[in-house]
């Protein structure tokens, strides 16, 4: 197979991936805080990562993958003033807190298998390790930390290099940390949140500077530790992750090794996804939910094919035009994919065909995921009336296995999902077509016409000239 190649946010590199232990690649990525459904451009992050991990095993390295879930510490904002967004939520709700993070704990992982992501090896809690994170903080506060009244705060000058990934120590990233009173440098970070006089928190703890919670930055670097090492191969997270929490994690890794080791050997980010409306980001109170796309007619996996026609580290622009291109593309390999079992089976395996388009794919993906490339040679083989046939499902599983867009086993009927608006059933839609089909036999094409003019005014659009009749898809 191809040398894997993977980009580095902290060399702003491409480097050849050698993992620490080849019997046990280990990769931590960070998870959702769970105080609202995930939107659309969480979600990206997710489909980066199921991707990075597919590879991995693709090539043969076991590997163990942690994403964690945050249920608390995670404030309002990047800062270290403000509420938590835990809190905030049961406050606004009136629900109890472990009832909201349950509940979107769970809707979470429905959208990983919506979008055909695996589950990682592990999804712990930041709830059940808060003792960790205590005991983590006491062992790094006589060297690298400080109280404030409100808490035990880490003095970032007590680290070599603090901020090298983000590139920055002044603009980029501390303007986006709202100043606290007695704050020794704008860049200090909070370790623990000590409860205020009064105040009525439903999840606190007690700890050495007194009863609280911890701060956000914490739990990774507990978790990581705790599951994957004190070094371990791979960090994931969005690019936003790269300015102040991914920074603040790698002090707090070198505070308790007492190295300048960041805990990682390689940190990925993928980039944003935009959306021109302004509807991706929960803080203006609208924004795309993954069920969103499936109330307007889309499978899931359109989103994903989305997500992968642009590299991760690339922005990628959200429309439903884009959306639709993608649904349009996924229904397409769908529909070469059944033509292509629907052909005689050769006996002739031709090799050199199999081997030259595996090594294609390889080199593609082996290029830092370049999942735009993966896909044309997906197309190129779904095209090819020539590849060999009794080759075709296991080039199948070859895409499958890397790509998680399940092209072995995804059907047209699988991909006609009904829009919440929509007025007509499935049922109907296939009662008039057929009648449509008898019409068309019987050459009474004005009824064929008729058909098709009110599925048409339902929203139906109707698609004649497939012979395995993909008939129709419910227009948006």
Known sequence: MTPLTLYNSLTRAAEAFVPIDPTNVRVYSCGPTVYHYAHIGNLRAYVFTDTLARVLRWKGYPLTHVINITDVGHLTSDADAGDDKMEAAAKASGQDIWAIAKHYTDAFKDNLSALNIADPTRFP????????????????????????ADGLYFDTTTVPDYGRLARSRDDVGESRIDEVAGKRHPADFAIWRTSKPGENRQ??????????????????????RQ????????????????????????AQNQAMSGTPDTGAQLWMHNNFLVDRTGKMSKSSGEFLRLQALIDRGFHPLSYRLMCLQAHYRSELEFSWENL?????????????????RSRTVDEIKDDDLFEARLKEIDDALSDDLNTPRALAVVNAVL??????????????QVFDDTLGLSLATLSRADLRVTPASSTISEIEIERRLDDRDQARATRDFARSDAIRDELAAAGVEVMDGDPLRWDWRIEL
Not at 210 to 223: F, I, K, N, Q, T
């Open 383 to 396: 095209s090819d009336s020539k590849f060999p046939q009794a080759r075709f499902e296991e080039m199948l």
């Open 227 to 250: 599951y994957l090492g004190d070094r371990f191969d791979i960090h994931t997270g969005g690019i936003d992750h790269r300015e102040i929490h991914h920074p603040n994690e790698i």
């Open 203 to 224: 999840m606190e703890w007690d700890s050495p500077w007194g009863r609280g919670a911890p701060g956000w930055h914490l739990e990774c670097s507990v978790m990581s």
């Open 125 to 148: 809690l930041a709830t059940d390790h808060v003792p960790g994170m205590i005991a983590f903080g006491e062992a790094i506060a006589a060297d690298h930390c400080y109280r404030l």
């Open 324 to 340: 639709s291109a993608a649904f349009v593309r996924l229904t397409r390999f769908v529909i070469l994919v059944e033509k292509a």
